[in-house]
């Protein structure tokens, strides 16, 4: 064992290895003993930090300052970005009028932060993975007995299947020996007539010839002919064997009947471990947001996206075609409307299929993984624009109607209307009649959320269509240029994020409708469409 690491032996100098140590570097992070400690700091005096052993790692190193390198950064300016900076940056021109914080204080801070994620990693987070990893080594070690139970039932049900046939079989076999024996016996019955016939027409030839043969005037003169009576031919019998008329077998139907296997099923939902810091939403959102990757998508106004998974998304813009790119941006699909004009809108639906809708046409179509478009709703009088797909497979459909102007919100169970959102509980309308864009979103609480751009607002009515709140900007945001929002999504945490086109942001709000912060420094120049994964 290493005598410098031994818990029973005291703590030796990391320079010379054998004596006992006395300092340490506070800079350097090395223990040192009393001989050491002038080799150590031989090199660079000024950089070294040397404190008691018993004090080490109590002092704070702070950054140099790159345009006064003599100086440490022991200040951080609230008005650029958190940019840490010295006393003399501080009465530069360049900050001048703005907020500081001591590095100390946001050090301590932050401290106890790390303090109180260690806590609640060792004591909840870390053990509430443990039980889940048990639980999903229990289902692996129960697998195979669940899936041999299986494979028993099914053997039984062959079993079942072979007695019932096997049933079947030697009962058909005993309804042919029974007609057998009928068939047997009205062969029998015919031939038992017949041969008494001919045993009558034997006794009349024999008689015939002695009657021949003799020279009596009597008996020859009283003859009567009976072969009158003999030609008249009994009935004839035909007996028809019974034939078996098998049924053709329809191996799909074969199955059916015999069972039915139930596809695997996996259900996710979401898993929210309950932390005990405060504000923990709020603070999972990025202090700076993170670009994974961009997509050249080559339509000239792009205008909708959606995703069909991580790695997958479906873009429309104001051209006639609607494109499918991977994560990497190459192209998978390219699908064409029907009425030779840009969609209104895009989704896709809970089996991976693209909806589109068309106002010219009055349709909203559906893209099957083939490729091949069918039309899933007809409307009369009203026209379609924005799509969204619930939680529960359902389909949300904002339509409007030029004569008069007004707008509603549609729920559709495949092409059957379910609920239509039109009116708050005083009668008035929810939305703006103008036919402008109203993009729509199901938040996870199953609110319906509209960023209706004529109104300049974000409506959200719950799941019975009832007006809870409306959002009409945030001052900080939207004092320059007003409020002109576009696209709208959700997360898994029920925050919502619209598009604001003027002012080249992303406001995020709580499901409440209270403004959390906005995106604005990600390169975002007219935001349009927007969609969460």
Partial sequence: MDPRSSAQDVHRCDLCETAIVHSYCDFCHVNLCKPC?????????????????????????????????????????????????????????????????????????????????????????????????????????????GYDKLTTTISKQGEQWHRQIDFIVNKMKTEISEIKVKHKDLLQKHLNEIKQIQSLIKETLHALRKTEESTEVSPIIEYNSKNREFSKLPPKVEVTLPTFIPKAIDPDKLYTLFGQITPLSTATEENFLSLSQPN?????????????????????????????????????????????????????????????????????????????????????????????????????????FNLCVTSTGALLVTLYSNDPPQSKVVRYSGSTEKQPIQFDDKGKPLYSGNGLIKYITENRNHD??????????????????????????????????????????????????????????????????????????????????????
């Fill in 37 to 145: 400690v002038v080799d150590h700091i031989s090199d660079e005096y000024d950089k070294h930090k040397i404190v008691p052993f018993q004090k080490r790692r109590s002092t704070l190193i702070h950054l140099k300052c790159e345009t006064h390198p003599h100086r440490n950064c022991e200040f951080q300016s609230k008005d650029c970005n958190n940019m840490l900076v010295c006393s003399s940056c501080m009465a530069s021109t360049q900050h001048k009028g703005h907020n500081f914080v001591e590095v100390t204080e946001v050090y301590k801070a932050k401290k106890d932060d790390i303090k109180k994620d260690t806590k609640e990693l060792e004591n909840n987070i870390s053990p509430t993975y443990e039980d889940i990893a048990l639980d999903l080594e229990n289902q692996l070690a129960n697998l195979d007995g």
């Fill in 280 to 384: 923990t939403a709020v603070r999972e959102l990025l202090d700076e947001p993170e670009l994974v990757a961009t997509i050249q998508t080559g339509h000239k106004k792009l205008r909708n996206v959606t995703c069909v998974s991580e790695n997958m998304i479906w873009t429309s813009g104001m051209a006639n075609d609607v494109k499918c790119f991977n994560i990497k941006g190459s192209t998978l699909h390219t699908i064409l409307t029907k009425s030779g004009v840009w969609p209104g809108d895009i989704a896709v639906d809970s089996n991976g299929n693209l909806l589109y809708s068309e106002r010219e046409t009055r349709t909203v179509n559906k893209v099957k993984r083939s490729l091949q478009t069918e039309e899933l709703i007809k409307l009369q009088g009203w026209k379609p």
């Fill in 448 to 533: 319906i959320c509209v960023a209706d751009m004529n109104a300049g607002a974000v409506v959200v009515v719950n799941q019975s269509g009832k007006l809870r709140w409306r959002y009409t900007g945030h001052p900080s945001v939207t004092e320059n240029k007003p409020f002109n929002l576009r696209g709208i999504t959700t997360d898994s945490q029920s925050r919502i994020l619209t598009a604001d086109f003027n002012n080249h942001c992303i406001h995020i709000l709580d499901q409440n409708g209270q403004f959390l912060r906005y995106i604005d420094n990600c390169g975002l120049d007219h935001p349009y469409g927007v969609c969460g994964q």
